[in-house]
Nanobody
Framework: VQLQASGGGLVQAGESLRLSCVVS????????TAWFRQAPGKEREFVAG????????YYADSVQGRFTISRVNTENTVYLQMNSLKPEDTAVYYC???????????????????WGQGTLVTVSS
């Protein structure tokens, strides 16, 4: 499984961005896809996750109500719509997927087997 993240950029506080993660290869092995982010000097943190069918989603408290994760399986793409961006959202954003169908969407980065290369989001104040 390979993941390719894109869509990052420089925006002002309050604006929006949409990130894309294209999943290729043996996509049948990708049960859950999630977005993580890592700000300079900080640990990588969970942002949002979605199961392969799209019926279950989970968000970090810090982005609940502002970010929306979705997927279009016919395009093998997972999206992260980010609205009302804040300077503290500045980070490199990564998409990742698991090969196991966990009952709950895991938030630990060590759970995920495949990772994309990351896309930088910078929010200016």
């Amino acid at each position: 499984v390979q993941l390719q993240a894109s869509g990052g950029g420089l925006v002002q506080a309050g604006e929006s961005l949409r990130l894309s993660c294209v999943v290729s290869g043996r996509t049948v092995n990708s049960y859950i896809t999630a977005w993580f982010r890592q700000a300079p000097g900080k640990e990588r943190e969970f942002v949002a996750g979605i199961v392969r069918t799209g019926v279950r989603k989970y968000y970090a408290d810090s982005v609940q109500g502002r970010f929306t994760i979705s997927r279009v399986n016919t395009e093998n793409t997972v999206y992260l719509q980010m609205n009302s961006l804040k300077p503290e959202d500045t980070a490199v954003y990564y998409c990742a997927s698991t090969i196991r169908p966990y009952g709950q969407i895991p938030t630990s980065s060590s759970t995920y087997n495949y990772w994309g290369q990351g896309t930088l989001v910078t929010v200016s104040s």
